[in-house]
């Protein structure tokens, strides 16, 4: 099992950035995908961005494609999220995740993650 660490959240004004980062322990997450999701209140849990093992691929959900990235340091164990250009839509806790089975591509799918961090709180204020 990975224990999955968030830090960086905060609370900010609109046009402003923050970085995610997402620390592991117990396990390397070297072979796997990495996946970042927000859940603001009252409503679901999204995905926000996921990258592949090797880095080399991702996915970014269409309300922040442009504004954010997802980068990840294997030697590390710390996979990050540039959260540029915010907007109070953003608002929510995010949570890092690790990806079921290794070496696979790519998954928007919350079903397809185990071992949730505890999430860090963003607030973008207008």
């Known amino acids: 099992q990975v224990q999955l660490v968030e830090s960086g959240g905060g609370s900010v004004q609109a046009g402003d950035s923050l970085r995610l980062s997402c620390a592991a322990s117990?396990?390397?997450?070297?072979?796997?995908?990495m996946g970042w999701f927000r859940q603001a209140p009252g409503k679901e849990r999204e995905s926000v961005a996921a990258i592949n093992w090797s880095g080399q691929r991702t996915y970014y959900a269409d309300s922040v494609k442009g504004r954010f990235t997802i980068s990840r340091d294997n030697a590390k164990d710390t996979v990050y999220l540039q959260m540029d250009t915010l907007k109070p839509e953003d608002t929510a806790a995010y949570y890092c995740a690790r990806r079921r089975g290794s070496y696979g591509w790519t998954s928007s799918f919350a079903r397809d993650y185990e071992d949730w961090g505890q999430g860090t709180q963003v607030t973008v204020s207008a």
């Open positions: 117990g396990r390397t997450i070297s072979p796997y995908g």
